[in-house]
């Protein structure tokens, strides 16, 4: 059986050479799609590398300096000389089409390379020879074949085109607070209603086009990426806010409840190519960090790949993706500044909030969604929500803060004296001196900041307070009520 002819197309090779040849300024853009390698005859390869040449030396691109950097490589008159570079005019139809004839050249290319990785693989395996090589190299094939694993382009361009060039007006999925097309970020502590703001804002998005207080939003499809709980919970909730909208779960809100990770360029691959299937519009990933198994967040060396992995995706595709992520829960009055891990995570976002929680052991109490960054426009206004919950329906009911309401940031001995609180809750039944309670809580503050923490502890009905000695210890008081935010 004759070996089945590699996929080519012959004729969208020398359209693409003739394009150049006709518009000569086309090349600076075609290069980003195109590489030398891409093509499948040797002589268009050749010319096309000449064509690199000359763009690289400052050299124009015509008929004349192109046959002479091929003379020069030794190579015009194994292409077929001067007459086969005027021959790429005449089987050229036009030239407004270039990129449509580079991208057939590429295409074509990949499906050669697939083909080449599939047959080694093929052969591997029938020969019972170990699979890593084969392995490796598809591995390898996914990297490089951009418009396969959704690794963009390069985007190059001078100041003046950059800035003649039409970008469109800035839109929005939630008008100033969930930029479209864009990365966004949701933090909080756990509890703080993170998951319930983005699921009435699926549930929106997925229904009438309505969330957050029956604010407009884009309506679209929704892939819901949810690993920070269990199946049998989400459907709960789920079932309880669509009751409370009057309307049955939408079709339009995908939930996958499968592992995945978004440092495993196979996998993405596999997210992009759901992505374009589904014709998802929203992407959200509930929470970060289980996307991300065994990466340090702190690290901007691994948090800075999957962020440009996911703003290559938006880019090209116009997916929106909504990150739902922690807070850390050190002292620092900032709440920008204790998004946890990298500040890679919130500088690669476009917009991002915060949602304070007034008194995180009660379900019912306030929350605030305190908008941290806006790109290219003004944060809005802070807002105010309450879960309400009942046993068949679950209701976020809405208010803007008013001027004597807004969320006030904690200030740092707050802050620690709270986590004092929540450490000494959970370990009951010990005792702790002051430096043993600075040391496990890795407080790393001022002398005085500590103090004004500890003397709220002095004064606290719910801790035990004995005098040891010349130090006193700390104990949680048992049959306490439970521990408002302070």
């Not at 996929?7 to 003739?18: F, H, V, Y």
């Not at 963009?152 to 001078?158: D, L």
């Not at 923490?453 to 801790?463: G, Q, V, Y």
């Amino acid at each position: 059986m004759p070996d089945p002819i590699p996929p080519r197309d012959i004729d969208a090779e020398q359209a693409l050479l003739g394009s150049i040849m006709i518009a000569p300024y086309l090349f600076e853009d075609l290069v980003a799609i195109v590489k030398a390698e891409y093509f499948y005859r040797d002589s268009h390869r050749w010319i096309w590398e000449a064509m690199n040449h000359l763009l690289e030396s400052e050299h124009q691109i015509d008929h004349v300096t192109l046959c002479n950097a091929l003379n020069t490589s030794g190579k015009l008159k194994e292409i077929g000389g001067p007459a086969y570079i005027t021959g790429l005019l005449n089987a050229t139809p036009t030239s407004m089409h270039a990129e449509s004839y580079a991208k057939i050249v590429r295409e074509k290319a990949y499906k050669r390379k697939a083909l080449e990785v599939a047959t080694s693989l093929a052969q591997n395996a029938i020969q019972d020879k170990p699979l890593s090589d084969a392995l490796q190299q598809m591995e390898e094939f996914f990297v490089s074949s951009s418009a396969l694993s959704g690794v963009t382009e390069r985007m190059v361009m001078t100041a003046e085109k950059l800035c003649l060039s039409e970008m469109g007006e800035l839109t929005w999925i939630l008008k100033d607070w969930i930029m479209a097309g864009g990365i966004n970020l949701i933090a909080g502590m756990p509890a703080a209603g993170k998951s319930f703001l983005a699921l009435d804002l699926a549930i929106g998005m997925a229904s009438s086009g309505l969330a957050w207080d029956n604010q407009p939003v884009t309506q679209g499809k929704v892939l819901y990426h949810f690993l920070d709980g269990s199946y049998r919970g989400m459907r709960s909730r789920v079932l309880k806010l669509c009751h409370a909208r009057g309307i049955q779960p939408p079709a339009n809100l995908i939930f996958d409840f499968s592992p995945l990770n978004l440092k495993v360029t196979s996998e993405v691959l596999a997210l992009r190519q759901r992505i374009h299937r589904l014709d998802a519009s929203v992407v959200i990933f509930d929470v970060m960090a289980k996307f991300m198994p065994g990466a340090d967040e702190n690290s901007v060396a691994e948090i800075s790949p999957m962020m440009n992995t996911l703003r290559e995706i938006a880019n090209q595709t116009g997916t929106t993706f909504i990150l739902i992520h922690h807070l850390n829960k050190g002292g620092n009055p900032d709440l920008s500044y204790r998004v946890r891990g990298s500040s890679d995570i919130l500088g690669s976002v476009d917009t991002a909030i915060v949602v304070a929680h007034e008194n995180q052991h009660s379900a019912h109490s306030m929350r605030t969604i305190i908008p941290q960054k806006v790109r290219e426009s003004l944060p809005p206004a802070q807002l105010q929500f309450q879960i309400e919950s009942t046993e068949g329906s679950i209701t976020l009911r809405f208010s803007e803060a008013n001027a004597s309401e807004l969320e006030r940031v904690p200030g740092q001995a707050e802050l620690i004296f709270a986590d004092i609180l929540e450490y000494l809750q959970s370990l009951p039944a010990q005792e702790f001196r002051k430096n043993e309670l600075i040391s496990a809580l890795q407080i790393n503050s001022s002398a005085r900041t500590i103090d004004r923490a500890f003397s709220k502890l002095n004064n606290d009905p719910r801790i035990r307070v004995t005098k040891r000695g010349s130090f006193n210890t700390y104990q949680w008081e048992e049959d306490t009520p439970a521990m408002p935010f302070p």
